[in-house]
């Protein structure tokens, strides 16, 4: 049986965005974690980085140097969340939040990993695309 136990993200310096990350999601940065592996743990899945020498950031959207992957967390509001990431460190780099509040926006983390806010909650999916809530 496949079991998904880890997300490793290669970085020049694993405390640092660990760090970034620990601020945003609220985890603790695991115990042991060193200049070259730094984890945190969410249940059975770890998000780990790893330190690669001559790191090069992804370029998003470029193709050129792709964006790989990236992070989405779900939030309840964007605007308080948006404004926490940036302070962090994050840059907005694509806003698609719709007029009812809901979508999505892109960040980069501070060395250039894309990761997104996005606001789904009670968005029904179907063949012709979302169905968002209507505001209360």
Known sequence: MLRLTDFIIDCPDTMKLAAFYSEVTGRPIKEGSDADWAGIQF???ELAF???DDYRAPQWPDTEHPKQFHLDFEVDEIEP?????LDLGATLRQDFI?????GW???TDPIGHPFCL???KGVVWTDEGPVWP???
């Open 43 to 45: 249940g059975e899945i």
């Open 50 to 52: 790893i330190r690669v």
């Open 81 to 85: 969340e948006q404004r926490r990431v």
């Open 98 to 102: 719709g007029p009812e509040g809901y």
């Open 105 to 107: 926006q892109v960040f």
């Open 118 to 120: 996005c606001r789904n």
């Open 134 to 136: 209507q505001r209360g």
